[in-house]
């Protein structure tokens, strides 16, 4: 089974500042790992997603993530924080097969001008 | 590319009525998910099809929630009756199925119902 767990549900930065959210996950088999952002009533868009790959994945609006086996993490982060990234950011992971995302709970970021 | 397309938008309806989501995923895609987004809950999966037959609907909440998907170009949920606990956002998104777990789902825009 797997699961996702991210710590804080709600992140305030200064604009300009480092974006840091904390992903951690638990899975019995090597995890597929996904980010996604939800800005306010819109969907779920993919930032960016770990394949076994490379282990620091990029994606979109200058977000990248590293997966650490070690630690059992998939921390998001963004070097510089503008006012768009304000919206609510969902890690998911998933196992083999084509099996559905488990979601975290969400993180909601506050950018501050 | 027209992404994934869900009806209603907002939905408002009164305990008791029936209500019915529809979904129309990606063209080519053969897996179709339906979530349920709430604040106590978070996002939840209610069930999954691949090639349109249902693998794990143990997400829905009970009886009253009902899913098909007749062909590859359409899903519903149904829930009848409604109740003021459904009241959430509900998700559908597709994944091609061969590519398998690294592909990535994309999602539709959500219904937001209102059961009053």
Request: charged share 15%; with cysteine.
């Amino acid at each position: 089974a797997q699961s996702v767990t991210q710590l804080g549900s709600h992140v305030s930065v200064s604009e300009g500042a480092l974006v840091l959210l904390r992903c951690n996950y638990s899975s019995s088999v090597p995890p597929y790992l996904f980010w996604y952002v939800q800005y306010p009533n819109q969907g779920l868009q993919l930032l960016l997603k770990y394949t076994s790959a490379a282990t620091l994945v990029k994606g979109i609006n200058g977000f990248e993530a590293e997966f650490k086996k070690s630690e059992t993490s998939f921390h998001l982060t963004k070097p510089s924080a503008h006012m768009s990234d304000a919206a609510e950011y969902f890690c998911a992971v998933r196992g083999s097969g084509n099996t559905p995302l488990v979601f975290g709970k969400g993180t909601r970021l506050s950018v501050i001008a | 590319d027209a992404g994934v397309i869900q009806s209603p938008r907002h939905e408002v309806t009164e305990m008791g009525q029936e209500v019915t989501l529809r979904c129309k995923p990606i063209s080519g895609h053969n897996s179709l998910f339906w979530y349920r987004q709430t604040m106590m809950r978070g996002l939840e999966l209610l069930i999954y099809f691949n090639n349109n037959v249902p693998i794990d609907d143990s997400g829905m909440p009970e009886d009253r929630f009902s899913a098909k998907m007749p062909n590859a170009s359409f899903s519903t949920l149904k829930i009848q009756p409604s109740e003021p606990r459904d009241s959430a956002v509900y998700f559908c998104a597709s994944s091609p199925l061969a590519a398998g777990p690294k592909e990535t789902q994309y999602f539709g825009p959500g219904t937001r119902l209102l059961v009053l």
